[in-house]
Protein backbone atom coordinates (compact mmCIF):
# COMPACT_ATOMS: atom_id res chain seq x y z
CA UNK A 1 0.00 0.00 0.00
CA UNK A 2 2.81 2.06 0.73
CA UNK A 3 4.78 1.71 -2.08
CA UNK A 4 1.86 2.22 -4.34
CA UNK A 5 1.07 5.54 -2.53
CA UNK A 6 4.81 6.14 -3.41
CA UNK A 7 4.67 5.10 -7.06
CA UNK A 8 1.44 7.27 -7.39
CA UNK A 9 3.35 9.78 -6.05
CA UNK A 10 5.86 9.75 -7.95
CA UNK A 11 3.96 9.68 -11.20
CA UNK A 12 2.37 13.15 -10.69
CA UNK A 13 5.38 14.70 -9.53
CA UNK A 14 7.31 13.27 -12.87
CA UNK A 15 4.14 14.58 -14.92
CA UNK A 16 4.21 18.19 -13.12
CA UNK A 17 7.82 18.26 -13.55
CA UNK A 18 7.52 17.17 -17.48
CA UNK A 19 4.59 20.16 -18.17
CA UNK A 20 7.10 22.47 -16.61
CA UNK A 21 10.88 21.21 -18.15
CA UNK A 22 9.14 20.04 -21.62
CA UNK A 23 8.45 23.55 -23.18
CA UNK A 24 11.80 24.23 -22.38
CA UNK A 25 13.73 21.37 -23.45
CA UNK A 26 12.25 21.76 -26.63
CA UNK A 27 12.86 25.03 -27.12
CA UNK A 28 16.77 24.54 -26.48
CA UNK A 29 16.43 21.49 -29.21
CA UNK A 30 13.92 23.44 -31.90
CA UNK A 31 17.14 26.29 -31.83
CA UNK A 32 19.61 23.47 -33.51
CA UNK A 33 16.70 22.09 -35.80
CA UNK A 34 16.65 22.97 -39.29
CA UNK A 35 13.80 25.55 -40.41
CA UNK A 36 11.94 22.46 -41.94
CA UNK A 37 11.74 20.58 -38.67
CA UNK A 38 11.10 23.80 -36.48
CA UNK A 39 7.40 23.29 -35.84
CA UNK A 40 7.58 19.68 -34.68
CA UNK A 41 7.17 18.29 -31.63
CA UNK A 42 10.27 15.56 -31.22
CA UNK A 43 12.68 16.86 -28.72
CA UNK A 44 15.58 15.56 -30.99
CA UNK A 45 16.43 16.81 -34.26
CA UNK A 46 17.56 14.67 -36.70
CA UNK A 47 19.82 17.00 -38.22
CA UNK A 48 21.26 19.02 -35.23
CA UNK A 49 22.59 22.73 -36.66
CA UNK A 50 23.70 25.62 -35.00
CA UNK A 51 22.26 27.83 -38.47
CA UNK A 52 19.91 29.73 -35.92
CA UNK A 53 23.25 30.90 -33.48
CA UNK A 54 24.97 31.79 -36.62
CA UNK A 55 22.21 33.64 -38.14
CA UNK A 56 20.79 35.25 -34.96
CA UNK A 57 24.42 36.52 -34.45
CA UNK A 58 25.08 38.38 -37.67
CA UNK A 59 21.49 39.85 -37.97
CA UNK A 60 22.01 41.21 -34.44
CA UNK A 61 24.82 42.73 -31.71
CA UNK A 62 24.14 39.83 -29.47
CA UNK A 63 27.46 39.65 -27.84
CA UNK A 64 27.69 43.23 -27.64
CA UNK A 65 24.53 43.03 -25.99
CA UNK A 66 24.98 40.51 -23.52
CA UNK A 67 27.99 42.29 -22.03
CA UNK A 68 25.92 45.54 -22.10
CA UNK A 69 23.69 43.36 -19.51
CA UNK A 70 26.33 41.80 -17.40
CA UNK A 71 27.83 44.95 -16.85
CA UNK A 72 24.44 46.98 -16.28
CA UNK A 73 22.89 44.08 -14.10
CA UNK A 74 26.67 43.95 -12.32
CA UNK A 75 26.68 47.42 -11.41
CA UNK A 76 23.14 47.74 -9.96
CA UNK A 77 23.53 44.60 -8.13
CA UNK A 78 26.68 45.52 -6.25
CA UNK A 79 25.43 49.08 -5.76
CA UNK A 80 21.78 47.86 -4.51
CA UNK A 81 24.49 45.71 -1.98
CA UNK A 82 26.70 47.99 -1.17
CA UNK A 83 25.23 51.45 -0.61
CA UNK A 84 21.80 49.90 0.23
CA UNK A 85 23.38 47.90 3.35
CA UNK A 86 24.76 51.20 3.99
CA UNK A 87 21.41 52.33 4.51
CA UNK A 88 20.34 49.99 6.30
CA UNK A 89 22.95 49.67 8.68
CA UNK A 90 22.40 53.41 9.49
CA UNK A 91 18.61 52.65 9.75
CA UNK A 92 18.52 49.23 11.91
CA UNK A 93 21.58 50.56 14.36
CA UNK A 94 22.61 54.87 14.35
CA UNK A 95 20.38 56.71 16.15
CA UNK A 96 20.05 59.91 13.79
CA UNK A 97 17.93 63.27 13.49
CA UNK A 98 15.65 62.02 11.17
CA UNK A 99 15.82 58.57 11.53
CA UNK A 100 11.75 58.14 11.31
CA UNK A 101 11.59 59.99 8.69
CA UNK A 102 14.17 58.12 6.54
CA UNK A 103 12.51 54.49 7.77
CA UNK A 104 8.71 56.16 6.39
CA UNK A 105 10.23 57.40 3.26
CA UNK A 106 11.66 53.77 2.50
CA UNK A 107 8.60 52.56 3.26
CA UNK A 108 6.65 55.08 1.43
CA UNK A 109 8.38 54.03 -1.99
CA UNK A 110 7.54 51.03 -1.38
CA UNK A 111 3.70 51.68 -1.44
CA UNK A 112 4.36 53.82 -5.34
CA UNK A 113 3.84 51.12 -8.01
CA UNK A 114 6.90 51.14 -10.62
CA UNK A 115 4.36 52.30 -13.76
CA UNK A 116 3.70 55.52 -11.62
CA UNK A 117 6.84 56.75 -12.00
CA UNK A 118 8.00 55.72 -15.45
CA UNK A 119 6.95 59.03 -17.43
CA UNK A 120 8.26 61.18 -14.68
CA UNK A 121 11.37 59.19 -14.36
CA UNK A 122 11.83 59.42 -18.17
CA UNK A 123 11.12 63.21 -18.38
CA UNK A 124 14.12 63.57 -15.98
CA UNK A 125 16.24 61.38 -17.97
CA UNK A 126 15.54 63.58 -20.65
CA UNK A 127 16.38 66.67 -19.13
CA UNK A 128 19.72 65.49 -17.97
CA UNK A 129 20.42 64.50 -21.32
CA UNK A 130 21.00 60.81 -20.49
CA UNK A 131 19.09 59.19 -22.97
CA UNK A 132 21.40 56.38 -24.88
CA UNK A 133 23.81 56.57 -22.32
CA UNK A 134 24.66 53.70 -19.61
CA UNK A 135 23.57 56.10 -16.74
CA UNK A 136 20.30 55.94 -17.68
CA UNK A 137 20.14 52.05 -17.59
CA UNK A 138 22.13 52.35 -14.35
CA UNK A 139 21.44 55.49 -12.31
CA UNK A 140 17.61 55.02 -11.46
CA UNK A 141 18.41 51.45 -10.05
CA UNK A 142 21.34 52.39 -7.47
CA UNK A 143 19.31 51.87 -4.84
CA UNK A 144 16.26 49.69 -4.10
CA UNK A 145 13.80 50.33 -1.12
CA UNK A 146 12.96 46.16 -0.57
CA UNK A 147 16.43 45.54 -0.56
CA UNK A 148 17.21 47.62 2.25
CA UNK A 149 14.15 46.67 4.15
CA UNK A 150 15.26 43.34 3.74
CA UNK A 151 18.56 43.88 4.97
CA UNK A 152 17.43 46.50 7.86
CA UNK A 153 15.42 43.69 8.94
CA UNK A 154 18.43 41.09 9.03
CA UNK A 155 20.47 43.50 10.73
CA UNK A 156 18.46 44.72 13.54
CA UNK A 157 18.87 40.86 14.87
CA UNK A 158 22.19 41.05 15.46
CA UNK A 159 23.24 41.40 18.68
CA UNK A 160 24.10 44.77 19.99
CA UNK A 161 27.27 43.54 21.56
CA UNK A 162 28.72 42.74 18.27
CA UNK A 163 28.45 45.83 17.48
CA UNK A 164 29.82 47.21 20.63
CA UNK A 165 32.84 44.95 20.78
CA UNK A 166 34.05 46.05 17.44
CA UNK A 167 33.58 49.94 18.41
CA UNK A 168 36.10 48.70 21.56
CA UNK A 169 38.04 47.14 18.89
CA UNK A 170 38.56 50.44 17.18
CA UNK A 171 36.21 49.77 13.86
CA UNK A 172 34.51 52.73 12.44
CA UNK A 173 31.12 51.91 11.40
CA UNK A 174 32.51 51.26 7.84
CA UNK A 175 34.39 48.58 8.83
CA UNK A 176 31.86 47.19 11.33
CA UNK A 177 29.35 47.23 8.13
CA UNK A 178 31.72 45.09 5.58
CA UNK A 179 34.18 42.97 8.25
CA UNK A 180 31.69 41.89 10.86
CA UNK A 181 27.40 42.70 9.11
CA UNK A 182 28.54 41.46 5.85
CA UNK A 183 29.85 38.39 6.74
CA UNK A 184 27.02 37.60 9.24
CA UNK A 185 24.49 38.62 6.66
CA UNK A 186 25.47 35.99 3.48
CA UNK A 187 21.51 35.31 3.42
CA UNK A 188 20.05 37.57 3.07
CA UNK A 189 22.54 39.63 0.62
CA UNK A 190 22.55 36.63 -1.48
CA UNK A 191 19.22 36.62 -2.07
CA UNK A 192 19.24 40.65 -2.35
CA UNK A 193 22.07 39.76 -4.87
CA UNK A 194 19.78 37.37 -7.20
CA UNK A 195 16.65 38.98 -6.81
CA UNK A 196 18.71 42.40 -7.94
CA UNK A 197 20.35 40.84 -10.62
CA UNK A 198 17.75 38.46 -12.36
CA UNK A 199 15.58 41.73 -12.26
CA UNK A 200 17.46 44.11 -13.88
CA UNK A 201 18.68 40.90 -16.77
CA UNK A 202 15.25 40.38 -17.37
CA UNK A 203 13.98 44.36 -17.75
CA UNK A 204 12.78 45.39 -21.03
CA UNK A 205 10.38 48.23 -20.49
CA UNK A 206 13.08 50.83 -19.31
CA UNK A 207 15.77 49.93 -21.67
CA UNK A 208 13.28 49.82 -24.48
CA UNK A 209 12.18 54.27 -23.36
CA UNK A 210 15.68 55.16 -22.81
CA UNK A 211 17.95 53.17 -25.47
CA UNK A 212 17.95 53.57 -29.09
CA UNK A 213 21.56 53.11 -30.49
CA UNK A 214 21.38 49.82 -30.84
CA UNK A 215 24.88 48.97 -29.56
CA UNK A 216 23.77 50.25 -26.06
CA UNK A 217 21.21 47.79 -26.06
CA UNK A 218 20.54 45.15 -23.29
CA UNK A 219 20.28 41.34 -24.21
CA UNK A 220 16.51 41.13 -23.48
CA UNK A 221 16.03 44.78 -25.23
CA UNK A 222 17.61 43.84 -28.81
CA UNK A 223 16.08 40.62 -27.89
CA UNK A 224 12.58 42.01 -28.12
CA UNK A 225 13.05 44.48 -30.90
CA UNK A 226 14.67 42.05 -32.79
CA UNK A 227 12.09 39.51 -32.34
CA UNK A 228 9.40 41.85 -32.42
CA UNK A 229 10.92 44.02 -35.29
CA UNK A 230 10.90 40.90 -37.64
CA UNK A 231 14.89 40.84 -37.45
CA UNK A 232 14.98 37.09 -36.67
CA UNK A 233 13.03 36.37 -39.94
CA UNK A 234 12.15 32.31 -38.62
CA UNK A 235 10.69 30.41 -35.03
CA UNK A 236 14.46 28.72 -34.95
CA UNK A 237 16.18 32.22 -34.91
CA UNK A 238 13.80 33.52 -32.24
CA UNK A 239 14.46 30.61 -29.40
CA UNK A 240 17.82 30.73 -30.23
CA UNK A 241 18.26 34.68 -29.22
CA UNK A 242 16.25 33.83 -26.16
CA UNK A 243 18.06 30.91 -24.73
CA UNK A 244 20.99 33.27 -25.39
CA UNK A 245 19.21 35.59 -22.68
CA UNK A 246 18.36 32.68 -20.79
CA UNK A 247 21.22 30.49 -20.23
CA UNK A 248 23.29 32.76 -18.29
CA UNK A 249 20.47 32.85 -15.80
CA UNK A 250 20.14 29.15 -15.61
CA UNK A 251 23.61 28.69 -15.30
CA UNK A 252 23.97 31.09 -12.26
CA UNK A 253 20.86 29.62 -10.64
CA UNK A 254 22.48 25.83 -11.03
CA UNK A 255 25.86 27.35 -8.88
CA UNK A 256 23.72 29.59 -6.68
CA UNK A 257 20.72 27.06 -6.34
CA UNK A 258 21.69 25.92 -2.77
CA UNK A 259 22.39 29.62 -1.40
CA UNK A 260 19.23 30.37 -3.08
CA UNK A 261 16.79 28.37 -1.73
CA UNK A 262 18.45 28.50 1.70
CA UNK A 263 18.22 31.98 2.13
CA UNK A 264 14.75 32.13 0.82
CA UNK A 265 13.85 29.74 3.64
CA UNK A 266 15.98 31.40 6.30
CA UNK A 267 15.00 34.92 5.27
CA UNK A 268 11.62 33.63 5.71
CA UNK A 269 12.11 31.74 9.33
CA UNK A 270 14.10 34.67 10.52
CA UNK A 271 12.51 37.63 9.11
CA UNK B 1 45.49 59.53 42.02
CA UNK B 2 42.33 57.84 40.59
CA UNK B 3 42.38 55.88 37.54
CA UNK B 4 38.97 56.65 36.72
CA UNK B 5 37.34 60.17 37.71
CA UNK B 6 33.40 60.55 37.36
CA UNK B 7 32.36 64.06 37.82
CA UNK B 8 28.63 65.14 37.94
CA UNK B 9 27.95 62.96 34.79
CA UNK B 10 24.28 62.72 34.33
CA UNK B 11 22.96 60.86 31.01
CA UNK B 12 19.28 61.87 29.72
CA UNK B 13 17.18 60.02 26.87
CA UNK B 14 14.48 62.39 25.77
CA UNK B 15 12.97 63.40 29.06
CA UNK B 16 13.86 60.06 30.53
CA UNK B 17 17.13 60.59 33.10
CA UNK B 18 18.61 57.70 33.80
CA UNK B 19 21.96 58.90 35.48
CA UNK B 20 21.61 61.77 37.92
CA UNK B 21 24.44 63.24 38.88
CA UNK B 22 27.35 60.47 39.35
CA UNK B 23 30.16 61.21 40.77
CA UNK B 24 32.78 58.68 41.96
CA UNK B 25 36.74 57.82 41.88
CA UNK B 26 37.98 54.36 41.14
CA UNK B 27 41.35 54.09 42.58
CA UNK B 28 44.33 52.63 40.37
CA UNK B 29 44.04 48.56 40.45
CA UNK B 30 40.86 48.75 42.49
CA UNK B 31 37.62 46.46 41.43
CA UNK B 32 34.54 48.49 41.83
CA UNK B 33 31.29 46.87 41.34
CA UNK B 34 28.67 48.57 40.67
CA UNK B 35 24.95 46.84 41.59
CA UNK B 36 21.46 47.36 41.50
CA UNK B 37 18.30 46.61 40.25
CA UNK B 38 17.28 46.50 36.20
CA UNK B 39 16.73 50.48 35.17
CA UNK B 40 19.17 51.71 38.19
CA UNK B 41 21.29 53.10 35.43
CA UNK B 42 24.56 50.85 36.27
CA UNK B 43 25.34 49.32 32.41
CA UNK B 44 24.45 52.79 30.96
CA UNK B 45 27.29 54.32 33.50
CA UNK B 46 29.66 51.81 32.05
CA UNK B 47 28.65 51.92 28.84
CA UNK B 48 29.43 55.87 29.16
CA UNK B 49 32.64 55.38 30.55
CA UNK B 50 33.26 52.95 27.88
CA UNK B 51 32.46 55.47 24.92
CA UNK B 52 29.26 53.49 23.79
CA UNK B 53 26.83 56.21 25.30
CA UNK B 54 27.29 60.08 25.34
CA UNK B 55 27.41 61.73 28.17
CA UNK B 56 24.72 64.18 28.45
CA UNK B 57 26.26 66.36 31.32
CA UNK B 58 29.21 66.02 33.16
CA UNK B 59 32.83 64.85 32.36
CA UNK B 60 34.49 61.43 33.11
CA UNK B 61 38.34 60.95 33.19
CA UNK B 62 40.39 58.40 32.79
CA UNK B 63 44.04 58.37 34.05
CA UNK B 64 43.79 62.03 34.64
CA UNK B 65 42.45 62.42 31.05
CA UNK B 66 39.22 63.81 29.79
CA UNK B 67 37.95 61.51 28.24
CA UNK B 68 34.11 62.39 28.01
CA UNK B 69 33.74 62.98 24.43
CA UNK B 70 36.50 60.10 22.51
CA UNK B 71 35.44 57.54 20.78
CA UNK B 72 35.85 54.24 22.51
CA UNK B 73 39.11 52.88 20.63
CA UNK B 74 40.76 56.00 22.17
CA UNK B 75 39.92 55.30 25.71
CA UNK B 76 42.37 52.81 26.62
CA UNK B 77 39.44 50.52 28.14
CA UNK B 78 38.62 47.28 27.45
CA UNK B 79 34.87 45.75 28.02
CA UNK B 80 33.58 41.70 28.76
CA UNK B 81 30.33 41.74 27.20
CA UNK B 82 26.84 40.12 29.39
CA UNK B 83 26.62 37.73 26.12
CA UNK B 84 30.39 37.89 25.70
CA UNK B 85 30.08 39.78 21.91
CA UNK B 86 32.38 37.20 20.09
CA UNK B 87 32.48 37.48 16.51
CA UNK B 88 30.93 34.40 15.46
CA UNK B 89 32.50 34.77 12.01
CA UNK B 90 36.23 34.38 13.28
CA UNK B 91 38.19 31.90 15.33
CA UNK B 92 38.68 32.55 19.07
CA UNK B 93 42.95 33.34 17.73
CA UNK B 94 41.45 36.12 15.38
CA UNK B 95 39.05 37.21 17.78
CA UNK B 96 41.69 38.07 20.79
CA UNK B 97 43.80 39.57 17.89
CA UNK B 98 41.41 41.72 16.06
CA UNK B 99 41.81 44.70 18.60
CA UNK B 100 45.23 44.48 18.11
CA UNK B 101 45.72 44.61 14.63
CA UNK B 102 43.70 47.09 14.20
CA UNK B 103 45.85 48.82 16.26
CA UNK B 104 48.94 48.44 14.21
CA UNK B 105 50.60 46.40 17.26
CA UNK B 106 53.74 44.23 15.92
CA UNK B 107 52.70 40.96 14.30
CA UNK B 108 55.18 39.39 17.15
CA UNK B 109 53.62 41.34 19.76
CA UNK B 110 50.20 40.30 19.09
CA UNK B 111 51.66 36.52 19.18
CA UNK B 112 53.25 36.92 22.51
CA UNK B 113 49.88 38.76 23.92
CA UNK B 114 47.64 36.25 22.45
CA UNK B 115 49.93 33.26 23.61
CA UNK B 116 50.13 35.04 26.76
CA UNK B 117 46.34 35.42 27.36
CA UNK B 118 45.48 31.83 26.21
CA UNK B 119 47.99 29.88 28.37
CA UNK B 120 46.47 32.29 31.23
CA UNK B 121 42.56 31.21 30.95
CA UNK B 122 43.75 27.60 29.53
CA UNK B 123 42.69 28.60 25.65
CA UNK B 124 45.60 26.92 23.75
CA UNK B 125 43.58 24.05 23.02
CA UNK B 126 40.74 26.48 21.66
CA UNK B 127 42.66 28.61 19.74
CA UNK B 128 41.20 27.69 16.17
CA UNK B 129 37.87 27.29 16.93
CA UNK B 130 34.86 29.32 16.28
CA UNK B 131 32.86 30.61 19.53
CA UNK B 132 30.02 28.22 18.29
CA UNK B 133 31.72 25.09 19.18
CA UNK B 134 32.98 26.62 23.10
CA UNK B 135 30.96 25.74 25.82
CA UNK B 136 29.46 29.05 27.73
CA UNK B 137 32.21 29.44 30.15
CA UNK B 138 34.81 29.34 27.62
CA UNK B 139 33.12 32.04 25.61
CA UNK B 140 33.38 33.26 28.50
CA UNK B 141 37.46 33.38 29.20
CA UNK B 142 37.53 34.31 25.18
CA UNK B 143 35.84 37.43 25.95
CA UNK B 144 37.77 38.39 28.69
CA UNK B 145 41.16 37.11 27.21
CA UNK B 146 40.07 39.66 24.12
CA UNK B 147 39.97 42.08 26.91
CA UNK B 148 43.33 41.05 28.49
CA UNK B 149 45.60 40.91 25.19
CA UNK B 150 44.49 44.78 24.77
CA UNK B 151 46.29 45.54 28.12
CA UNK B 152 44.26 48.48 28.49
CA UNK B 153 43.89 50.76 31.92
CA UNK B 154 40.79 49.71 32.37
CA UNK B 155 38.57 46.45 32.65
CA UNK B 156 34.96 46.83 32.19
CA UNK B 157 32.86 43.91 32.62
CA UNK B 158 28.99 44.44 32.15
CA UNK B 159 27.16 41.38 33.60
CA UNK B 160 29.40 38.58 32.64
CA UNK B 161 28.55 35.65 33.86
CA UNK B 162 24.78 36.24 33.94
CA UNK B 163 24.59 33.59 31.35
CA UNK B 164 26.20 30.60 32.60
CA UNK B 165 24.61 27.93 35.00
CA UNK B 166 24.85 28.75 38.83
CA UNK B 167 27.89 26.01 38.95
CA UNK B 168 29.64 27.74 36.69
CA UNK B 169 29.25 31.44 37.38
CA UNK B 170 30.33 30.44 41.27
CA UNK B 171 33.72 29.02 39.27
CA UNK B 172 34.11 32.11 36.98
CA UNK B 173 33.67 34.50 39.32
CA UNK B 174 36.79 33.29 41.26
CA UNK B 175 38.45 33.33 38.34
CA UNK B 176 37.74 36.86 37.22
CA UNK B 177 38.14 37.36 41.02
CA UNK B 178 41.87 35.78 40.63
CA UNK B 179 42.58 37.33 37.58
CA UNK B 180 41.93 40.36 38.61
CA UNK B 181 43.99 40.33 41.65
CA UNK B 182 47.31 39.09 39.13
CA UNK B 183 46.97 42.06 36.95
CA UNK B 184 46.09 44.47 39.19
CA UNK B 185 43.93 46.09 36.47
CA UNK B 186 41.58 48.77 37.28
CA UNK B 187 38.27 47.02 37.04
CA UNK B 188 34.70 48.25 36.84
CA UNK B 189 32.22 45.52 37.02
CA UNK B 190 28.36 46.08 36.77
CA UNK B 191 25.97 43.03 38.20
CA UNK B 192 22.47 42.97 38.96
CA UNK B 193 23.36 39.97 41.91
CA UNK B 194 24.28 41.33 45.00
CA UNK B 195 26.23 38.37 46.29
CA UNK B 196 28.31 38.32 43.01
CA UNK B 197 29.10 42.26 44.17
CA UNK B 198 29.96 41.27 47.41
CA UNK B 199 32.33 38.17 46.66
CA UNK B 200 34.27 40.40 44.09
CA UNK B 201 34.23 43.82 45.01
CA UNK B 202 36.76 45.75 46.32
CA UNK B 203 34.36 48.66 46.94
CA UNK B 204 30.73 48.21 46.14
CA UNK B 205 28.02 50.82 44.32
CA UNK B 206 24.55 50.30 45.18
CA UNK B 207 22.68 51.87 42.58
CA UNK B 208 18.88 52.94 42.68
CA UNK B 209 16.97 55.13 39.37
CA UNK B 210 20.28 56.28 38.35
CA UNK B 211 21.30 57.89 42.04
CA UNK B 212 23.99 56.56 43.96
CA UNK B 213 22.55 54.75 47.08
CA UNK B 214 25.85 54.10 49.14
CA UNK B 215 29.29 53.28 48.30
CA UNK B 216 31.28 51.40 50.65
CA UNK B 217 33.53 47.71 51.24
CA UNK B 218 31.17 44.98 51.08
CA UNK B 219 31.07 44.55 55.29
CA UNK B 220 30.23 48.41 55.76
CA UNK B 221 27.19 48.08 53.11
CA UNK B 222 25.88 44.51 55.25
CA UNK B 223 26.82 46.44 58.49
CA UNK B 224 25.75 49.96 57.96
CA UNK B 225 23.25 50.13 55.16
CA UNK B 226 22.38 54.25 54.38
CA UNK B 227 18.82 53.39 53.65
CA UNK B 228 15.82 50.59 53.30
CA UNK B 229 16.46 50.28 49.48
CA UNK B 230 20.20 48.89 50.46
CA UNK B 231 19.41 46.88 53.69
CA UNK B 232 16.95 45.05 51.90
CA UNK B 233 19.02 44.94 48.54
CA UNK B 234 22.61 43.16 50.27
CA UNK B 235 22.45 39.92 52.01
CA UNK B 236 20.79 37.06 51.13
CA UNK B 237 17.87 36.59 52.20
CA UNK B 238 17.13 39.81 52.60
CA UNK B 239 16.45 41.53 55.94
CA UNK B 240 13.41 41.70 57.87
CA UNK B 241 11.43 45.17 57.74
CA UNK B 242 8.71 45.71 60.41
CA UNK B 243 6.56 48.77 60.57
CA UNK B 244 5.93 50.27 63.92
CA UNK B 245 6.68 52.90 66.65
CA UNK B 246 9.01 53.74 69.08
CA UNK B 247 7.79 54.45 72.62
CA UNK B 248 8.85 55.14 75.90
CA UNK B 249 7.52 52.66 78.59
CA UNK B 250 8.53 51.51 82.35
CA UNK B 251 11.03 53.83 81.85
CA UNK B 252 12.94 51.82 78.96
CA UNK B 253 12.05 52.40 75.45
CA UNK B 254 10.54 50.00 73.22
CA UNK B 255 9.20 49.21 69.92
CA UNK B 256 5.88 48.04 69.22
CA UNK B 257 3.85 47.05 66.17
CA UNK B 258 0.86 44.81 65.88
CA UNK B 259 1.63 41.94 67.75
CA UNK B 260 5.37 42.72 68.71
CA UNK B 261 6.61 44.75 71.82
CA UNK B 262 10.06 44.44 71.66
CA UNK B 263 12.22 46.92 74.60
CA UNK B 264 16.02 47.28 72.86
CA UNK B 265 17.15 50.17 74.21
CA UNK B 266 18.56 51.14 77.84
CA UNK B 267 17.29 54.38 79.19
CA UNK B 268 20.73 56.10 78.87
CA UNK B 269 20.29 56.12 74.60
CA UNK B 270 17.41 56.88 74.64
CA UNK B 271 17.79 60.54 73.45
CA UNK B 272 19.37 59.44 70.15
CA UNK B 273 15.99 57.74 69.21
CA UNK B 274 13.43 59.74 67.67
CA UNK B 275 9.64 58.80 68.83
CA UNK B 276 7.22 58.38 66.43
CA UNK B 277 6.85 55.69 64.04
CA UNK B 278 10.16 54.19 62.12
CA UNK B 279 10.85 50.78 60.71
CA UNK B 280 12.92 47.89 62.60
CA UNK B 281 15.30 46.12 60.34
CA UNK B 282 16.77 43.03 61.30
CA UNK B 283 18.91 40.63 59.09
CA UNK B 284 17.94 36.96 59.62
CA UNK B 285 20.98 35.41 60.45
CA UNK B 286 20.84 37.79 63.45
CA UNK B 287 17.92 36.27 65.30
CA UNK B 288 17.62 33.43 67.70
CA UNK B 289 14.44 31.00 67.36
CA UNK B 290 13.40 28.77 70.20
CA UNK B 291 10.57 26.69 70.19
CA UNK B 292 8.23 27.10 72.95
CA UNK B 293 6.52 24.28 75.23
CA UNK B 294 2.86 23.96 74.50
CA UNK B 295 2.21 24.24 77.71
CA UNK B 296 4.35 27.15 79.10
CA UNK B 297 3.03 30.91 78.02
CA UNK B 298 6.80 31.57 77.18
CA UNK B 299 8.27 35.06 77.46
CA UNK B 300 5.66 37.83 77.44
CA UNK B 301 8.06 40.24 76.06
CA UNK B 302 9.83 40.19 72.52
CA UNK B 303 8.74 38.56 69.59
CA UNK B 304 6.56 34.99 69.61
CA UNK B 305 5.41 33.24 66.29
CA UNK B 306 3.74 30.65 64.48
CA UNK B 307 6.49 28.51 62.01
CA UNK B 308 4.73 28.40 58.46
CA UNK B 309 7.72 27.48 57.00
CA UNK B 310 10.82 25.63 56.87
CA UNK B 311 13.22 25.21 54.21
CA UNK B 312 16.34 23.29 55.14
CA UNK B 313 19.48 23.63 53.22
CA UNK B 314 21.30 21.75 55.07
CA UNK B 315 24.20 24.18 56.35
CA UNK B 316 21.56 26.61 57.34
CA UNK B 317 17.90 26.37 57.61
CA UNK B 318 15.36 29.49 56.55
CA UNK B 319 12.34 30.15 58.95
CA UNK B 320 9.23 31.34 58.07
CA UNK B 321 7.05 32.70 60.85
CA UNK B 322 4.24 35.20 61.46
CA UNK B 323 4.57 37.73 64.02
CA UNK B 324 1.39 39.11 64.43
CA UNK B 325 0.79 39.86 60.88
CA UNK B 326 4.24 40.26 59.75
CA UNK B 327 5.73 37.28 58.04
CA UNK B 328 9.75 37.18 59.55
CA UNK B 329 12.44 34.83 58.18
CA UNK B 330 14.94 33.63 60.09
CA UNK B 331 18.23 31.83 59.15
CA UNK B 332 19.61 28.94 61.67
CA UNK B 333 22.26 26.72 61.80
CA UNK B 334 20.69 24.57 64.64
CA UNK B 335 19.51 21.11 63.94
CA UNK B 336 16.51 21.10 65.95
CA UNK B 337 14.33 22.54 64.12
CA UNK B 338 10.97 23.95 64.79
CA UNK B 339 8.05 22.13 62.49
CA UNK B 340 5.28 24.22 61.01
CA UNK B 341 2.87 25.47 63.48
CA UNK B 342 5.13 25.32 65.98
CA UNK B 343 5.25 28.30 68.13
CA UNK B 344 8.68 29.96 68.68
CA UNK B 345 10.26 32.61 70.75
CA UNK B 346 12.60 34.82 68.91
CA UNK B 347 15.36 36.56 69.97
CA UNK B 348 16.77 39.13 68.24
CA UNK B 349 20.38 40.22 68.32
CA UNK B 350 20.55 43.80 69.60
CA UNK B 351 23.37 44.93 68.70
CA UNK B 352 22.54 44.04 64.74
CA UNK B 353 19.13 45.93 64.86
CA UNK B 354 18.46 48.58 62.56
CA UNK B 355 16.04 51.15 62.64
CA UNK B 356 14.98 53.43 59.67
CA UNK B 357 12.89 56.52 60.01
CA UNK B 358 11.11 57.23 56.70
CA UNK B 359 14.00 55.66 54.10
CA UNK B 360 17.25 56.69 56.06
CA UNK B 361 18.77 54.19 58.72
CA UNK B 362 19.41 55.88 61.94
CA UNK B 363 22.81 55.51 62.80
CA UNK B 364 23.92 54.38 66.58
CA UNK B 365 20.94 53.41 67.78
CA UNK B 366 22.55 50.85 70.00
Redesign the interface.
Given at each position: MKTLRRIALYTGLTIAALTFIYPFLWMASATFKPLSEVGTIALFPSHATLDNYRTMWARAPFGRALLNSMFVAGTITISVLVFGSITAYSMARLRFRGRPVLNAATMGVLLVPGQLTLIPMYTLIVQFGWVDTYAALIVPYLFNATAILMMRQFFLQI?Q??I????????GEMRILFT?FW??SRPVLSIVAIFTFMGSWNEVLWPLLVVREQHLMTLPQLLTVFSLGGGAGSIGVSLASAMVLVVPVVIAYAILQRNFIESMASSGVKG | MPSVHFDHVSKRFGATTVVEDFSLDVEDGELLVLVGGSGSGKTTIL?ML???EEVTEGTIRIDDRDVTAL???DRD???V?????????MTVRENLS??LR??KVARTEIDRRVAWAADMLRLEPLLDRKPKQLSGGQQQRVAMG?AMVREPLVFLFDEPLSNLDAGLRAQMRIEIGGLQRRLMTTTVYVTHDQVEAMTLGDRIVVLADGRIQQIGKPIELYRSPVNRFVAGFVGTPPMNFVDGNVAQKNGSISFTSDGIDFPFLSERRASDVPSGSVTLGIRPEDMTVDVLDAQSDGPTRGLQGRVVLVERLGGTSHIHFDAGPHRLLAAVSNDRLPEVGDAISVRLHSERIHLFVGDRRISSVI
Open positions: PSLDSARMDGMIPL | RAGLPPRVAMFQDYGLYPHLGLRR
